[in-house]
């Protein structure tokens, strides 16, 4: 590595290299592979020569191109691959996400407790309570919003996120 602070830009292309030829997980090839259709020729590889130089450095001109149309026809097969790849990891990910997660069901009538954050005028330091209420449901709307309406009846002017409220159990 690099003694010298001073010098991170003269290795940075080195890094940026690294980067572009590391496979992802999330398509299953290198950045590089998915652009240009090929994997890259590292620097180690130009000084001593891998079996994958020394085959293309023997091929006669005609070879060479039909090799490397054979190589672009690819290139189309190899992005379709990444994209499967990379719908599967989606799905993996979606269904972890769901097995981590509990789903918030609200119901008309139920009664719930407030969460009470910093930038909010009920907030009244770092040992008061975190929770105010409780409130009952008056509507449950969609993507998880709820109206909320005091105990006397009073609804609240605007909807609120179900994020910041728990049920409140007698």
């Known amino acids: 590595m690099i003694d010298n602070h001073r010098s ?14 590391t496979v992802r997980t ?3 090839a290198t950045p590089y592979l998915r652009i240009y259709g ?9 000084e001593i020569p891998s079996l994958r130089i020394i085959q293309d450095a023997e091929l006669s001109d005609a070879d060479w191109v039909r090799k490397r149309i054979d190589q672009l026809t ?3 097969e190899k992005r379709i691959v990444a994209v499967c790849h990379g719908q599967l990891y989606r799905q993996i990910m979606i269904r972890v996400f769901h097995k981590k997660v509990r789903a918030r069901i609200f119901e ?4 719930v407790l ?17 929770w105010q209420g409780p409130y009952m449901v008056r509507k449950v709307l969609s993507g998880g919003a709820l109206v909320l309406s005091e ?11 179900s994020d910041v409220v728990k049920g409140y159990y007698v």
């Open 26 to 28: 999330s398509v299953g």
């Open 8 to 21: 991170w830009h003269e290795m940075f292309p080195y890094a940026f290299l690294g980067y572009r030829t």
């Open 108 to 111: 008309i009538g139920q009664l």
């Open 74 to 76: 690819l290139i189309d």
């Open 38 to 46: 090929t994997e890259a020729v590292i620097p180690a590889e130009v």
């Open 114 to 130: 407030k969460r009470i954050f910093p930038h909010q005028d009920e907030y009244k330091g770092k040992f008061a309570l975190n």
């Open 151 to 161: 105990m006397d009846g009073t609804e609240w002017p605007k909807p609120i996120n």
